[in-house]
Antibody, heavy 122, light 107 residues
Framework: EVQLLESGGDLVQAGGSLTLSCAAS????????MSWVRQAPGKGLEWVSA????????HYADSVKGRFIISKDNSNNILYLQMNSLRAEDTALYYC???????????????WGQGTLVAVSS | DIKMTQSPSSVSASVGDRVTITCRAS??????LAWYQQKPGKAPKLLIY???SLQSGVPSRFSGSGAGIDFTLTITSLQPEDFATYYC?????????FGGGTKVEIK
């Protein structure tokens, strides 16, 4: 069974930093690209960042580019999101998400974690 | 960036109704579109991918169609468990983008 377990969410002051983790199990983690998707309270879904299966290619939403860094530890099956210069508008539930196929270019997600909450106080 | 515009933003329907949700892209692409269902307090659930492919385990009353800029999610014979918020998402190019969501409410 595929499992994704996020952790690291917290209350942090604006300008601060936080690192989220997503522990993966039940599938060949090294074969899949992975993404982070967030959802502000009462709002819709926003894709944040993606990393290639080998951990060597990266993509970011404009809203986080230059502030967030995604990484992937294929030895320990963990996805990370390092968040710097946090803003009030980064307040959201952060999900890690896995595509429904390891085929390169598959960019829709059939497996999601339960989310970890990041709250940024201004 | 490809902007995805969903309509309507909400719809009231009864059990047994047919519901259609539309997603329009700001620029055309092939069939790299997905639909999700989200219930309060839960993670999104993938319903349809590649515009019209039904995700494993999803009831056949859900179907998707479209290509280019206009895509549609149809729920035939709405069931009580289908009352939720639905999102489209383009997977054609980065940054990936979601539509604003359509809330399907009980009439």
């Amino acid at each position: 069974e595929v499992q994704l377990l996020e952790s690291g969410g917290d209350l942090v002051q604006a300008g601060g930093s936080l690192t989220l983790s997503c522990a993966a199990s039940g599938f060949s983690f090294s074969s899949y690209a992975m993404s982070w998707v967030r959802q502000a309270p009462g709002k819709g879904l926003e894709w944040v960042s993606a990393v290639g299966s080998d951990g060597l290619s990266f993509h970011y939403a404009d809203s986080v580019k230059g502030r967030f860094i995604i990484s992937k530890d294929n030895s320990n099956n963990i996805l990370y999101l390092q968040m710097n210069s946090l803003r009030a508008e980064d307040t959201a539930l952060y999900y890690c998400a896995r595509p429904n196929s390891p085929i390169s270019g598959t960019r829709w997600f059939d497996s999601w974690g339960q989310g970890t909450l990041v709250a940024v106080s201004s | 960036d490809i902007k995805m515009t969903q309509s309507p933003s909400s719809v009231s329907a009864s059990v047994g109704d047919r519901v259609t949700i539309t997603c329009r892209a700001s620029q055309g692409f092939s069939s790299k579109l997905a639909w999700y269902q989200q219930k309060p307090g839960k993670a999104p659930k993938l319903l349809i991918y590649a515009a019209s492919s039904l995700q494993s385990g999803v009831p056949s009353r859900f179907s998707g169609s479209g290509a280019g800029i206009d895509f549609t999610l149809t729920i035939t014979s709405l069931q009580p468990e289908d009352f939720a918020t639905y999102y489209c998402q383009q997977g054609d190019s980065f940054p990936l983008t979601f539509g604003g969501g359509t809330k399907v409410e009980i009439k």
